[in-house]
């Protein structure tokens, strides 16, 4: 019976880790560790309702065949050595994990230690910025968004162009791009989930918090060391607010805006509690991104009567893997759900950034779009030719400057970080912040300086300055 019960749950664990690799196409320690010790409140009970339906039947299944052949065939013999066939499934299943997650190659890289941050952190409380004026910004964080669900032509690898909006949005104003169509970032390890995204646009630095018997809350210290966007625009007078259509605790997001920036969060809990949201209303993770701009007009419209200049920042939600949501917007023009509502989401955008471009306060306002991250609904990308380089969305429109070379260029996500501030028409003496370089200068990134597999390694190995500086705080190294 001991030699049944560990073949179900040798089954069950091969099946979860098959699914999790069909279903998110993240699948690195870092962040597995990282959402192990963080609140994950919120969560969408979509993701749990799809593992079990995709994993529980073929574990029973395939236990189902192990007991019959166990009992109605030769293979009887195995229950005289239940001792080594049980070690035999175990220590399987466990190379078997080692080498999905790269374990082996986690534990590694804490043996050895990088001097990155010492060599190229740039302070920004050091860093001198001149304000010639305060214009408003406007962040939208797109979950999931990347360039791949552009047409070929564009840059994509899609017979159909599933966000033509955003696509004609890249167009006429400012795309920064690793190639000469729309483009976008390379992905650098501890960037690659929502809040390690916003960490490094925002804070110029990958997210790799250390695996700790201590669990983070939602009072506990966030990257106590960092300088952030909102920071610098906090001091310069800014009100800063996010909106986003799920629970602000996961990923102790709500950590990292109240402790930098002192932003206002509004999310389902909050904006219950103001009576804006119906107490029992909730779908996927909240609520849908039709209200997520719908809320965002009013506030902005709120927050222009004000004499101060604004960040407002709106995180969508509706693209979330394994399927997104469909809301009543969206067109039923493609077989595939997902497909369908990343279009709707490309329409919403584009509508919402008409609006704006309407508004008095539009004429002081810069629009930045990014895709958080890549999509991690990995069996939406099957088709893909191999050679072909998936990057996140990235717009950059009414900005005060025009960059020098947008196109072509090897860069991540956390140099986005002075690229904001520059859009704002900030002057940034050295144009660097954190690990990040300003794109509009012709200042090299550390990825053209060192390139991108170098960087990579760098920022997964174990650094005395990350832990102590960064995320601590303490002030001798």
Known sequence: MSLIII???????????????????VKTLNQMIYHMIVPCDGTDEGI???????????????????????????????????????????????????????????????VRTSKLYEEHYVDPQNVELEFKEKRNLIHIYLESVENTYLS????????????????????ENINFSHSNKIGGSYTIEGTQWTIASMVAQEAGIPLLLPMSKNK????????????TLGEILEKQGYQNRILMGSD??????????????????????SLKKEGRLPQDYHVFWGFEDK?????????????????????MELVTIDTHTPDGYICDECKHEYDSQYANVISCQSRQVEAFVRWCQKQEWYENTTIVIT?????????????????????????????????LQPKNR??????????????LGVKIKGEHLGLGTNLFSDEKTLLEKYGVKKINSEVTKYSQFYRKILINKQKNV
């Not at 073949?7 to 196409?25: D, E, Q, Y």
């Not at 070929?152 to 167009?171: F, P, T, V």
């Not at 997520?292 to 604004?310: G, I, R, Y």
């Not at 050679?387 to 996140?392: D, S």
Request: glycine content about 6%; proline content about 3%.
């Open 48 to 110: 749990f309702k799809d593992w079990f339906l995709n994993c529980a039947p073929p574990t029973f299944l395939t236990t189902l065949i192990g007991v019959f052949l166990l009992y109605k065939t030769p293979l009887v013999f195995l229950f005289d050595y239940q001792g080594i066939c049980i070690t035999i499934l175990i220590l399987g299943t466990l190379l078997y994990a080692l080498i999905n997650y790269q374990i082996i190659t986690y534990v590694f890289d804490m």
């Open 410 to 423: 090897k860069f991540a996500i956390f140099d986005f970080y002075p690229t904001i501030l520059a859009s």
């Open 248 to 269: 602000a605790n996961f990923g102790c997001t709500s950590n990292f805006y109240k402790q930098h920036g002192n932003f206002k969060i509004e999310d389902t809990t």
């Open 291 to 311: 209200k997520v701009f719908e809320f965002a007009k009013e506030d902005l419209t709120e927050m222009a009567k004000s004499n101060q200049p604004f960040c």
């Open 152 to 171: 070929k032509e564009d840059g994509g690898q899609e017979e159909n162009n599933y966000i033509k909006e955003l696509g004609k949005l890249a167009k």
């Open 216 to 227: 983070y809350d939602e009072n506990s210290s966030f990257l106590s060391g960092c300088y």
């Open 371 to 403: 895709g958080d991250h890549k999509s991690m609904s990995e069996k939406f990308f099957k088709h893909l030719d191999k050679t072909y380089l998936r990057t996140p969305y990235n717009c950059f429109i009414n900005s005060a400057i025009e960059p």
């Open 7 to 25: 073949l179900f749950i040798v089954m069950l664990v091969i099946f979860s880790i098959l699914w999790g690799n069909r279903t998110f196409s």
